[in-house]
């Protein structure tokens, strides 16, 4: 399991590194993208981490999936270690910084779970063949200390 240093992001897309991190729910085939679609209703990363008794930020940079207007919002739910982080509404390109607890990192075997109850395939809406359960479209995801 990859070490995920303070203060670098991981990045989505065709050059990123978020693939070395992802356990399930990311799409981590873009093309050219610059970001990656999560496609289940459940997306996970999983690292390791140095202990730290400053203070923590997940820091997120995204986009929400509205499927051409037929969707309003994208509902993302966030935990780490089974820990209740926080959610958010996603309408538009988004930047988000939700606080965690320096104690609920382990220096071993951590996993961010972000869940999209509203993630849908275009399919179902009629919008191509695409069948993934599609959530977000994440641009990087860091732990920021200070």
């Keep these: 399991m990859s070490i995920l240093p303070f203060n ?4 989505g897309g065709a050059n990123g590194n978020l693939k070395g991190f992802a356990a399930g729910g990311w799409s981590c085939e873009e093309g050219t993208a610059d970001f990656t679609w999560t496609e289940a209703l459940e ?19 995204g986009f929400p999936y509205l499927a051409d207007g037929q ?14 982080c926080g959610a958010f509404e996603a309408t538009d390109r988004f930047e988000v910084a939700l606080p965690i607890r320096s104690s609920w990192l382990e220096p071993r075997d951590n996993t961010i779970t ?27 995801i860091e732990l920021r200390t200070g």
């Excluded at 670098?8 to 990045?11: D, G, K, M, S, V």
């Excluded at 997306?43 to 940079?61: D, E, Y």
């Design 114 to 140: 972000f869940t999209f109850p509203q993630a849908v395939a275009p399919a179902a809406l009629g919008l191509g063949a695409d069948q993934r359960l599609l959530g977000v479209g994440m641009y990087s």
């Design 43 to 61: 997306a996970k990363l999983q690292f390791n981490a140095r202990v730290t008794s400053s203070p923590i930020h997940l820091s997120l940079v």
């Design 8 to 11: 670098e992001p991981i990045l």
């Design 71 to 84: 969707i309003k919002r994208q509902l993302v739910w966030v935990h780490l270690n089974g820990m209740y």
